[in-house]
């Protein structure tokens, strides 16, 4: 887990991918059309996530409080807040991320739990 949060905080998108499985899962539930980074991708697509949130908002603040590992299967908690530029709405959420990793050491499953009703009215004007 020190892996990919390290990378993710580097922006070392490339990075974050090579983390994972090729038949590896990443979703984060919500609605697409109305919050442009939910969703579930693929691993090819897993930069479009980063692309998106990156281009609607600005981070203030990605948190990771505390890390769970059990065997391999891992959750981080923490708080996110965002402003969302097209609305200037802050989001501040927690979240739970469950993570699985496989037998050769690559993500296989990442799903993000947060506030999604906060995020969906951050986004609409």
């Known amino acids: 887990m020190d ?3 390290k990378r993710v905080g580097a ?5 974050v991918v090579e983390l ?3 038949d590896a899962v990443w979703e984060i539930p919500g609605d697409p059309a109305i919050v442009p980074w939910v969703g579930r991708r693929s691993v090819e697509n897993i930069p479009e996530f980063f692309e998106a949130i990156g ?3 600005d981070r203030e603040l990605f948190d990771v409080e505390r890390v769970v590992v059990d065997g391999p299967n891992a959750v981080l908690i923490g708080r996110a807040r965002v402003v969302v530029r097209s609305t200037g709405k802050v989001i501040d959420t927690p979240f ?5 990793v496989d037998h050769e050491g690559r993500i ?10 906060q995020v969906a009215q ?3 004007r």
Do not use: N
């Not at 922006?11 to 990075?15: F, M, V, Y």
């Not at 739970?96 to 699985?100: L, P, Q, R, S, T």
């Not at 296989?108 to 009703?117: A, Q």
């Open 3 to 5: 892996e990919l949060l």
């Open 11 to 15: 922006g070392d998108i490339a990075g």
């Open 20 to 22: 994972f499985a090729r």
């Open 55 to 57: 281009a609607h908002t």
């Open 96 to 100: 739970a991320i469950d993570i699985v």
């Open 108 to 117: 296989s499953r990442y799903y993000m739990f947060e506030d999604s009703w």
């Open 122 to 124: 951050g986004v609409i």
